[in-house]
Each structure stands twice: as C-alpha cells, then as structure tokens.
C-alpha cells in the first residue's frame, strides 16, 4: 500500500537513474492418451495454447494481456471468481468506488501502456483529501502519539542516496556475489548504521503488512520502499481517474473471454522439455490444457502449488518461503472527520512502529464517513471475525482521543494473504535468490508475480514485460 506522507514532502536530490516466433510444437488435444493415467481423470475439455498462465493478479494478467496482443495464444488459469489479485473495488449503492487493494501505479512505460490498451484513464493521485494532515493515535488505548522527532527530511534523502548504490534492485532479485552487508542487515541494524530514525514513520506508511518489520532482512524493505517508489512521493504517483483499479482487470477480462478460466483450480501437471499438460478443474468441468510453454504468477509457497509437479529443487526452494498475513476493509466511520488519516502508532514501542495484529492506518475515501482501514497480521493467520473484531476494538478507541465514534460498521473486507514471501538473511547471502531465478526456462516454466521482483504493480508489469521478451520469446 502506498500512503501519502505527511507534510513533509521530499525534496530529494537525486541523479538521473537511472521474437523470435514461438515455434509450436502443439500437442494437439489428445484426449485419448495417456490423459487418464496420468491424472487418473478425464477431463471433460481440452484446449491448446501457446502459453498457459496461472494466476490472473497483477503479473499474470499483464502476461496473458501482453502474450495475445503479440500473437500467441493464451489461456489464464484463476483461482478465484475475478481477476485482479490485491486489486479490490468497493461500490457504495450510489455506484461510487473505493479502492480497498491497490491504490496507486508508479509511473512507468508499462503501467501507462497497459491502462492506455483498454482505454482507460489515469490521473494523478489526489492527497488534498486529507488537508487536515494525519492523527497519530495508539489504536490499543487511544493515546495520541507525537510527530517523529528529528528532520525527517535529511534522514529521507540520506536513505534514498543508500538506495541509489543498489540500482539492481529495481530489476528484480540479481544480486551481486557476496552480497553486500546493506542489504542482509535487519531493519532495526540499518537503522541505527546510517542514523534514520527520523525516517522510519514515513518508510513503514509505504512497507506495509510484513509483519515484524524491524527483523526483516533490509534488502526487502529496499524492494518496496524503493526508488522508485521514492520518485512516486516526490512526483506523484497514478491511478485510474474513476478511482476504480479494478475496472482494469475488469476490461482484462472481457477481452480474454473464454481465453480466461475462473474459479479453476490445478488438478494435476505434467511438464517436460517440450511443453506442460496441465488439467484443471473449473466449475463446467475439468480442462486439459496442452501448452508450449507455462507462466507461473502465483505466490510459489508448497500451500499454494497443491497439483503441481514439482521436483526436488523446487520444492527445496520454495519450501524456504515464510509469508506475512495482511487485510483491508471498508468501514463506516462515521464521527472522524474526511479530512484526517488516522495512523496507528505505538506509543511505547520503538520508533513508535503500531503493534501487530492491528491496524496500519484508516484512509478517508471519497465518501463521506467512510475509511479503508489496512490491517496487518504480522505472522499471525486470522479469521475474518478476528480482523473484523480487532479493527473495530482499534476504532473505538478513537472515542479516547476525542473522536466521536459510532459503532463501525464494515462494509467489505479483503484478506491478501498470503502476503510477503520472505526468507532469513542468511539465506540470501547464501544466494537463495540465484538459486530461485535459476528455475526460469527450467521445463518450459516461467516464472513472475511479487516473490519474483517487488509488491509493486507497475515494476512487475515492467519486469513481466522483460520476462516476456528475454525469456519466453527467446527460448
Ligand atoms: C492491500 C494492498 C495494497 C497494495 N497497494 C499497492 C499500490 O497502491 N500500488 C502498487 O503498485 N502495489 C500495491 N500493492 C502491491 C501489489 O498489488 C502486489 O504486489 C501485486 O498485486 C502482486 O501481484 P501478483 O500478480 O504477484 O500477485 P497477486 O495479485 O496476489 O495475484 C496472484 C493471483 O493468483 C491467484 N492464485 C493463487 N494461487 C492460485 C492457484 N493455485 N491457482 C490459480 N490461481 C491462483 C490469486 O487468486 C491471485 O489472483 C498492494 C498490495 C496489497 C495487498
């Protein structure tokens, strides 16, 4: 999620940073094979596609999008009944949309060609809602916090000027061997090596919903805090001039048709050095897709890659991956002005980082009285009523603060976990992650989405964009 900080805004002095046609070696559908010895079922279907993508979020949807309009044909394989992944949109009964997932593009070539394809209009994020500025308030007891103290200013140009010694990192994960101490130190060490206390509030209103933020190898909090997340807070950043993001996927879908497959999971999968027979199960039935190649955009933990045929060196990979557990909703709040953002800050913790589980922060929308309150889980795996019940407890102390708060009332609610994949620092010195982008090509596989490059829509668009053409295309 990406906030507005508060006043203060950055002056950051800053350098410039800086087809092969597909051959087809089409299966062809051959239902009456081996189909049913290999996944002990036979599918009701079966299609043929130069590419079969799965998982239809932000990467696997700009892959599928980007693949048909340079002439191979697709299908895209999603779990749920939409596309868009983190991508939600509210509409109140009068029609008028909140964004409760992603909010705002950086702006860059991709994100403005992909919105330009379907003809949708960006513009630029409007932060004048909150003239009011932000309330720090401790959400478990309604005690008011102060301001950071220091010049944040000087401590967020010092951290941007570190970050511009790593300009590989807004590539993706190509890290130099051995890798350099910045990257591996926790948050917490960082910190105090380079005095940037003065930073960190503004930092963790952008890096949200890792979990124990202060442990986390630095390097993470430098993919999404990055530069060009830096450029975005300087210069603004975009997003889609109904306020509505899932429009996008949306369009994403009408033009996929029946090129696309909802609510379908992977049954079974079979993939070799000449393509990937992949059967999937979708509510008329299930489908044998017969593909050339085989884009993965999930987040690649065991939990999630039930069916798949992974060998041992990807399962010992993604075995590795701890997650983080984040959650959005939208609430009726009424007795807090439009004007404000209420911040969750701890009053008595270090550098007054909000105790997890709770509340990040609750967003004034467009709409009178109503919030988007982003919730954090930490390593925590919550239910529903237990986010729902913990951000209405946060709300209510807000009457401790001089609010005069009706009982909330919450009106949708998105869980995004699993969130961040992260391994231990040691881990990637060790060079987890060149270990991970070894596996791309490996059995015509591919893989993008945030564990592969950043939780940034427009840099995985950019990096999906280089997959597509130094990989996919080329091999
Ligand atoms: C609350 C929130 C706010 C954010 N705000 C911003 C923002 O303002 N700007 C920004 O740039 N970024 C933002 N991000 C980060 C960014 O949106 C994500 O990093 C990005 O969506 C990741 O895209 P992805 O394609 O890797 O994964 P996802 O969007 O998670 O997509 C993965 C898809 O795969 C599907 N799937 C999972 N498993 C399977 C399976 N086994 N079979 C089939 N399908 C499966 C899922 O249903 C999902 O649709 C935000 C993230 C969150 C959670």
Redesign the pocket.
């Given at each position: 999620?990406?906030f507005p900080v508060d006043p203060t805004r950055l002056v950051l002095v800053v350098s410039i940073w800086l087809g092969l046609a597909f051959s087809l070696p089409s299966f062809g559908p051959n239902l009456d094979d081996d189909t049913e010895s290999t996944f002990g079922k036979e599918p009701s279907d079966a299609i043929t596609r130069d590419v079969c993508v799965?998982?239809?979020?932000?990467?696997?949807t700009y892959a599928a999008i980007r693949l048909r309009e340079l002439g191979r044909s697709v299908v895209l394989?999603?779990?749920?009944e939409q596309?868009?992944?983190?991508?939600r949109t509210y509409y109140d009964p009068e029609g008028r949309p909140i964004d409760y997932?992603?909010?705002?593009?950086?702006n860059n070539t991709e994100a403005s060609n992909f919105f330009a394809h379907f003809n949708i209009p960006l513009t630029g994020q409007d932060f004048s809602r909150i003239s009011e500025g932000s309330q720090r308030i401790d959400l478990r007891t309604g005690q008011r916090v102060p301001p950071p103290s220091g010049n944040v200013t000087d401590a967020m140009m010092r951290y941007v000027q570190i970050l511009l010694q790593y300009p590989y990192l807004s590539d993706g994960w190509d890290l130099p061997d051995p890798v350099p101490e910045d990257l591996v130190l926790s948050f917490r060490e960082f910190i105090e090596k380079h005095d940037l206390g003065a930073a960190v509030e503004t930092i963790t209103l952008y890096v949200q919903?890792l979990g124990d933020i202060l442990s986390y190898p630095m390097v993470y909090i430098m993919k999404y805090f990055s530069f060009g997340v830096a450029l975005g807070v300087q210069s603004g950043f975009s997003t889609s001039a109904s306020r509505a993001n899932g429009e996008l996927f949306q369009a994403a879908r009408n033009e996929l048709g029946d090129d696309v497959l909802l609510s379908?999971?992977?049954a079974g999968m079979e993939r070799s050095d000449s393509g990937a027979r992949i059967l999937v199960a979708t509510p008329s039935g299930d489908v044998l897709i017969e593909a050339d190649k085989l884009i993965i955009?999930?987040?690649p933990l065991l939990k999630?890659?039930e069916n798949f045929d992974l060998n041992d060196q990807e399962r010992e990979l993604f075995g590795q991956f701890g997650n983080s557990y984040?959650y959005?909703t939208v609430l009726n709040l009424s007795g807090v002005p439009n004007e404000v953002q209420i911040l969750n800050r701890g009053a008595d913790t270090p550098y007054n980082i909000p105790v997890m589980p709770g509340t990040y922060v609750f967003y004034p929308s467009q709409i009178q009285t109503l919030f988007t309150g982003?919730f954090g889980g930490g390593s925590q795996n919550m239910t529903e009523d237990e986010v729902i019940q913990t951000i209405k407890d946060n709300a209510l102390q807000l009457r401790n603060a001089g609010f005069d708060v009706a009982d909330p009332e919450i009106l949708a609610y998105?869980n995004?976990s699993p969130?961040n994949l992260f391994v231990p620092a040691e881990a990637i010195a060790r060079g987890f992650y060149r270990n991970l982008y070894s596996l791309q090509g490996n059995r015509r596989t591919y893989y993008t989405?945030?564990a592969w490059h950043a939780?940034?829509?427009?840099a995985?668009w950019k990096f999906t964009e280089r997959l597509l053409n130094e990989r996919v295309f080329v091999d």
């Open positions: 999620m990406f799965i998982g239809g979020g932000a990467a696997g394989v999603e779990r749920e596309l868009g992944g983190h991508t997932g992603v909010w705002v593009y950086q919903g379908a999971t992977v955009a999930i987040p999630q890659l984040y959005t982003f998105g995004h969130f989405g945030a939780h940034d829509s427009a995985l």
